[in-house]
């Protein structure tokens, strides 16, 4: 796909996750991080509701590069979003 794939800055913290989004040919993606992935990206911090935004920040290039590849290999669930597993 040559298509390049666009991040907003907009971050949501749900419970247990992030989610962020990606933008591919005008359509919105939403991706997900589980605090269990963040925390194996910062060390293995605890991440919580509190200090989820600050340490997405921390990992957000690493993130964002692998929902890229997810999404360039269509790797969506059947809701039409990306799920980032390391």
Known sequence: MNQSVIFSDQ???ETNQVRFI???QGMNINCF???GIISK???HQDVSQHNAA???EQCR???EDKAE???EQEAFN???EIIVVW
């Open 22 to 24: 990606a933008q591919l």
């Open 54 to 56: 600050g340490l997405f």
């Open 78 to 80: 059947d809701s039409g």
């Open 69 to 71: 590849s997810l999404i």
């Open 33 to 35: 991080a589980s605090f």
């Open 41 to 43: 990206l910062c060390d």
């Open 61 to 63: 290039f690493d993130l």
């Open 11 to 13: 971050l949501f913290i």
